[in-house]
């Protein structure tokens, strides 16, 4: 196999595509369905602000190494290093993104089989006339079934599967440019309807007013993870469409518009869930039901929420499946070149084995539920590991190869193509990876194993 960049390869056709591609990736069952539940379970406005934080001084700067590292090496995750920095040990940090892809996909389809079991619910009107408590037992009758949530779990990755072999690009580029949007109106009625019920001052406050007194080694170990997790960073995702990016891509435009875009999302779900947490009495630190639990109440008091809920949940899958096409993509990209095998054979490959342990991790929520790992279920175990652990680690080495080994010269080469950056902004950029994100997440894992206390 040779080490030069292949000249046919796929490009994003248009400035708009690649944002959408990327934006396709980061905005997911991460923003609407994980980070209300992290942040109700971590204590609210604190969890929020520290989480912002990671985003600003951690995942801003990641984000623009992994598409100069994707861009300049036109390789995925596991190749870019190895030809950026052959015979290096650098390469096993493709393996470790590979890993990871591994375990958050295998959670994710669950998560995401849930959402299409909701769209059934909602064309059947099946959360009206229902109370509270009644919409609480109806999720987890669902997610503690041992044959249902299964099978749609199954659908949902053979749905990401025949993507991925049909071939990304056309496909994102399309729904992301149509559906993105709509999403985005319907969580702004959803927010309206939240915020005006009686008791939504309590949630807004939960949300926004901060007492960091409430926030754990935990808490912060969380928001470090899901400031990855959220922008799809720290295994290469972003490597691998970095490198269907033309030359004439503005970098640093591309991953400012994709963080605001995932940032406003994930604080819009958060303004249309925590209101009407407190509104209709639920528990914020309710887990990963939140969602699912707290806004049939909403539906069934909006005006038109029948429509509303069936289009919500479409959406909402739709979100997930263009971020597990960009998960798989990883697996598939590193059988294919690692293995030599074709497209479709690593697809299919890849599907299976993430799908097993993804029957894993949906019968944890029943059947295998006496079976905990440190206390986890299979489930949150690999949540855990791929979000808090293998995440944050990705991320540090690929903020220390850039700035350690490939280096302000080329960095400075790669971001001119198609855009510009001050000197300033540049040495910025150059401290923020070199030194704040990889000293700060090595400080967040030592305080979370006890090493180091504040
Ligand atoms: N960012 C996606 C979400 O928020 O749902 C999840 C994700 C996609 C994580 C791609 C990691 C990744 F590489």
Redesign the pocket.
């Known amino acids: 196999m040779s080490n030069l960049p292949s000249g046919n390869r796929d490009s994003f056709s248009s400035k708009f595509g690649v944002i959408a591609a990327a934006a396709g990736?980061?905005?997911?069952?991460?923003?609407i369905w994980?980070f209300p539940y992290i942040a109700g379970v971590y204590g609210g406005a604190a969890f929020l602000f520290v989480y912002l934080a990671f985003i600003l001084a951690i995942g801003l700067p990641v984000m623009l190494s992994e598409l100069v590292i994707g861009r300049s090496s036109q390789r995925n995750a596991f190749g870019a290093f190895k030809v950026l920095a052959p015979g290096t040990p650098w390469r096993y940090v493709g393996i470790l993104g590979v890993a990871?892809?591994f375990l958050?996909l295998s959670f994710?389809g669950v998560v995401a089989g849930w959402s299409l079991q909701y769209i059934s619910l909602s064309i059947q009107d099946g959360f009206h006339s229902k109370s509270p408590d009644e919409i609480t037992s109806l999720f987890n009758t669902l997610i503690e079934s041992p044959i249902r949530p299964v099978i749609l779990q199954l659908i949902f990755m053979v749905l990401s599967a025949g993507i991925v072999i049909i071939g990304i690009k056309k496909g994102i580029e399309k729904y992301t440019k149509i559906l993105m949007p709509l999403l985005v109106v319907i969580l702004i009625f959803l927010c309206i309807k939240s915020v005006t019920l009686d008791g939504a001052k309590a949630g807004l406050e939960f949300l926004f007013k901060p007492d960091f007194s409430k926030l754990s080694a935990d808490g912060i170990l969380s928001a470090l993870g899901h400031a990855f997790?959220?922008?799809?960073?720290?295994?290469g995702?972003l490597i691998t469409y970095g490198s269907y990016i033309k030359k004439d891509n503005n970098l640093v435009n591309t991953v400012i518009n994709v963080t605001v875009a995932?940032t406003v999302i994930a604080i819009l779900a958060g303004v249309a869930i925590f209101p009407a947490v407190f509104a209709f009495g639920i528990a914020p630190s309710e887990g990963p039901g939140l969602i699912f639990i707290t806004l049939p109440n909403v539906f069934h008091q909006m005006p038109g929420g029948y429509i509303f809920s069936i289009l919500f949940f479409i959406l909402l899958s739709v979100?997930?499946l263009t971020?597990s096409i960009?998960?798989l993509e990883?697996v598939v990209a590193y059988f294919k070149e690692e293995f030599n095998l074709g497209r479709k054979a690593s697809t299919i490959l890849a599907t299976i084995l993430i799908s097993i342990l993804g029957v894993l991790c949906s019968l944890s929520m029943g059947v295998l539920s006496p079976y905990e790992f440190f206390g986890l279920n299979i489930f949150d175990l690999m949540d855990w590991i791929s979000a808090n652990l293998l995440?944050p680690i990705g991320g540090m080495f690929i903020a220390l190869f850039v700035g350690w080994y490939f280096g302000r010269k080329k960095v400075q080469a790669e971001v001119a193509q198609g855009g510009t950056m001050s000197g300033a902004f540049l040495s910025i950029f150059m401290f923020l990876v070199k030194f704040i994100a990889p000293i700060a997440i090595a400080i967040v894992m030592l305080n979370k194993i006890g090493l180091l206390t504040f």
Do not use: E, P, W
Not at 25 to 31: E, M
């Open positions: 990736s980061a905005v997911g069952l991460g923003n994980k990871a892809a958050i994710y997790f959220t922008l799809s960073l720290g295994m995702t995932d979100a997930a971020s960009s998960i990883v995440l």
